[in-house]
Nanobody, 124 residues
Framework: QVQLVESGGGLVQAGGSLRLSCAAS????????MGWFRQAPGKEREFVAA????????YYDDSVKGRFTISRDNAKNTVYLQMSRLTPEDSAVYYC?????????????????WGQGTQVTVSS
């Protein structure tokens, strides 16, 4: 079993920055793909960014390209999402997810493990 715990959410003004963390524990391995998703009220859960643990390759949704950066710290078994130039449209619950044996999946249904989410609210 893999446990994912998100942290770092909060309230930030438009144009500001926030860094989310996803701490993974349990039987994780370096072949995992780690993804960030977000879900606003009444909306479907949407893909934000993903990273392949072993290779470090990344993929971003067009809506966050150039503003968000996904990275990982192998020693801490933690994935980060650095968010910059935030807008109110970025407000959502952000979820961390993991999937083994798949290269950068962007569909939520393809992930096996999920955290509980962390709320990000961007005010104007």
């Amino acid at each position: 079993q893999v446990q994912l715990v998100e942290s770092g959410g909060g309230l930030v003004q438009a144009g500001g920055s926030l860094r989310l963390s996803c701490a993974a524990s349990g039987r994780t391995s370096s072949d995992y793909a780690m993804g960030w998703f977000r879900q606003a009220p009444g909306k479907e859960r949407e893909f934000v960014a993903a990273i392949k643990w072993s290779a470090g390759s990344t993929y971003y949704d067009d809506s966050v390209k150039g503003r968000f950066t996904i990275s990982r710290d192998n020693a801490k078994n933690t994935v980060y999402l650095q968010m910059s130039r935030l807008t109110p449209e970025d407000s959502a619950v952000y979820y961390c997810a993991a999937r083994s044996g798949v290269v950068l999946p962007t569909t939520a249904s393809r992930y096996n493990y999920w955290g509980q989410g962390t709320q990000v609210t961007v005010s104007s």
